[in-house]
């Protein structure tokens, strides 16, 4: 079980913390490609059409006679060797989306956290709950990555419950900040380094409370 660093909102180290078991497992580089492909694939709409030579606006006539000109054999100007004709073999505008199944699209995430980790490039942080004024972050992002030092890009990743942070860390030069649940491979392997939201490991799911029924009696 891997064991990250933990650091308070003032930037003082903390006691490490043991990560989930998604950011233990193994390193599929090819998994990791593959989704890449998909969601860069699903970003570009893909939806470039030209017109073919029945399509475009001119005329249809023959342009001149078959035989006597001296010159090649031609029909219409909307031939797609004279400008203005149509497109031979040009984009139809239909777009093949790409798409992952659920369990490789989990697969792919946790092989990309792994991959963080073993770079040491995941931090945990604690207290992002509390976080409300810009200084503060630039404070903490100051005491972690002095200025003399290349990190990089730099990724917040908020729980669900923290997210009112983002107030505080949006105006920040270079910071990225997403909510834990909408992570996905492509972001986390371009990402940089990580600062975690301790939240998102210590928090407790909430559960519904179970509603007693009470059977009539005759």
């Not at 984009?91 to 699209?105: C, E, F, Q, T």
């Not at 989990?106 to 409300?132: C, F, P, Q, R, T």
Request: with cysteine.
């Amino acid at each position: 079980m891997n064991k990250v660093d933990v650091y308070s909102l003032a930037g003082a180290k903390k006691e490490g913390i043991a990560l989930p078991k998604e950011f233990d497992g193994k390193v599929n580089d090819q998994l990791i490609a593959q989704a890449i492909r998909v969601y860069d694939d699903r970003e570009h709409l893909g939806l470039a059409r030209a017109k073919t030579r029945a399509e475009v606006t001119i005329s249809t006539r023959k342009i001149y006679r078959q035989k006597g000109t001296g010159g090649a054999r031609h029909g219409a100007k909307s031939a797609p060797i004279f400008v203005g004709g149509g497109v031979t073999h040009g984009p139809k505008g239909i777009k093949r989306i790409l798409s992952l199944p659920k369990a490789m699209v989990k697969l792919s995430l946790a092989s990309a956290l792994a991959l963080k980790v073993k770079e040491g490039k995941v931090i945990v942080i604690d207290g992002l709950s509390s976080l409300k004024k810009t200084n503060e972050a630039h404070k903490l992002l100051t005491k972690l990555f002095p200025p003399k030092e290349k990190t990089g890009k730099v990724c917040f990743v908020l729980a669900q419950e923290n997210l009112g942070a983002r107030r505080a860390l949006r105006n920040l030069k270079g910071v990225t900040i997403y909510n834990y649940k909408n992570l996905n491979a492509k972001d986390v392997f371009l990402g940089g380094t990580f600062l975690f939201d301790k939240d998102i490991f210590t928090s407790v799911p909430k559960t519904k409370k179970a509603v007693k029924v009470e059977k009539k009696t005759k």
